[in-house]
């Protein structure tokens, strides 16, 4: 675990970057081997002269969603046109008009059309004021993944991740496209590691306040608690997805282990009694078994084993550096990230260890894979522009999307699925 816990250092104290406002940012697009649907675009009415957009506007949210969701080719056109429609296949078309109201609120109405009859298949209408346009599209966009394929759409999620402000690493929170960020830790010393609490409440995350890494959680709108501070060190947190409970990892007299704690009564005890270091743990979906990483083979690699412990097997032969897994939402496949020639890159495998994809290559350094709700994505962070940022691509590899620019990001972690909004 030397190895592990020195890339820990190493990723505390890289060397930081100027800060900048985040954008997003469309760096490559690959070839998916997964289906996708054709859905036109088009423009929102809107009345003349009337609205002066803070952000993007409803029709661009609504290519960025689709653009981003894995499941949608955009067929866009500034106005309905059943010819470019049928010739690309859309048998479905996205609109919608915005009206401003007497209180400065914006009404929007979004439809869902069907492009050959132009009949209405869905329609929702939001009154919302300008800050929560995005909220809105988002919330009308998974509405319309849920009717035309049958799931939950994650365009309403957001994601957790680690971001370097004025040269120290914070703890921040934006929507799943990287808008509308917010920052949650404002400490003088390094935050880093979080994961979401369950029902998405808030989050657990590592702090060096003490000058040892600490785990503390923080509601959204709470105050900051520190866990198990009978523990020297504490890092690497994984919430059960059922139970709350936190799993994590503990380094005493040289050896690390996981730990098992009650996040409000502070009790924890140790959670498996191996010989060789444990970290890195990550709970199935159902927490029926934890995947964590080992060095009882030497180097890095992956294992699992039962919640009480027990039936433990290694899952990743292939390659001497193999760490951070993160098991998809199906519960099937786990991704993870692997050193090929001194570089990092992320692949995904069945339990078994079989089926190995590889996802990123000849990019430089792409590390923490984290699975959308819907495990149609997975959003990591890369250095392949110079500085660590975040993109999200399609569980296959294709698609990759750069949506934080500026400032160095890393560590991100998704959430789970929000309960819908009330128009």
Not at 44 to 64: D, L, M, Q
Request: proline share 4%.
């Amino acid at each position: 675990m030397k190895r592990i816990f020195a890339l820990l250092i190493f990723l505390i104290f890289a060397v930081p970057s100027a800060f900048a406002a985040i954008d997003t940012i469309a760096v490559d697009v690959g070839i998916s081997v997964f289906k996708t649907m054709p859905i036109g675009v088009v423009p929102f009415a809107e009345p003349k002269g009337r609205i002066s957009w803070s952000e993007e506007k409803p029709h661009e949210i609504v290519t960025r969603d689709a653009n981003l969701s894995g499941r949608f080719d955009v067929i866009a056109s500034d106005k309905f046109n059943l010819a470019l429609f049928s010739r690309n296949r859309a048998k479905h078309f996205i609109t919608g008009k915005a009206v401003v109201l007497s209180d400065g609120r914006v009404q929007l109405d979004c439809y869902l059309y069907v492009s050959q009859t132009k009949d209405l298949l869905l329609g929702e209408t939001y009154k919302v004021y300008q800050k929560d346009m995005r909220r809105a599209v988002h919330d009308f966009f998974d509405k319309v993944v849920k009717r035309l394929w049958g799931d939950r759409g994650v365009a309403s999620t957001k994601l957790a991740y680690v971001s370097k402000i004025e040269g120290v690493k914070q703890v921040v929170v934006a929507d799943y496209d990287g808008f509308h960020r917010s920052q949650i830790t404002r400490d003088t010393s390094i935050s880093m590691m979080p994961v979401w609490m369950k029902g998405n409440k808030g989050l657990v995350y590592v702090n060096f306040k003490t000058r040892r890494p600490r785990l503390y959680f923080k509601t959204f709108g709470g105050v900051e608690n520190p866990l198990f501070t009978h523990l020297d060190q504490t890092y690497s947190p994984a919430v059960n997805p059922k139970t709350g409970e936190l799993l994590f990892s503990s380094t005493v007299d040289g050896k690390t282990d996981l730990y098992i704690g009650n996040m409000q009564t502070g009790k924890a005890r140790k959670f498996a009694y191996l010989k060789s270091n444990q970290t890195s743990p990550a709970w199935s979906p159902y927490a029926t078994e934890v995947l964590f990483t080992s060095d009882r083979g030497g180097g890095p690699q992956i294992f699992v084993m039962g919640k009480d412990g027990s039936d433990m097997r290694r899952v990743t032969f292939m390659g001497r550096y193999n760490e951070r897994a993160s098991w998809s939402p199906s519960g099937d496949r786990i991704a993870y990230t692997s050193m090929d020639n001194g570089l990092m890159n992320i692949y995904t495998c069945a339990l078994d260890g079989s089926d190995i994809t590889q996802l990123t290559s000849n990019a430089g350094n792409n590390e923490h894979p984290t699975w959308s709700p819907d495990g149609k994505l997975i959003a990591f962070s890369s250095n392949r522009t110079g500085s660590y940022q975040i993109y999200i691509m399609r569980a296959d590899g294709s698609n990759v999307t750069r949506i934080t620019k500026g400032g160095e990001n890393t560590s991100p972690t998704w959430s789970w699925f929000y309960d819908e909004i009330n128009p």
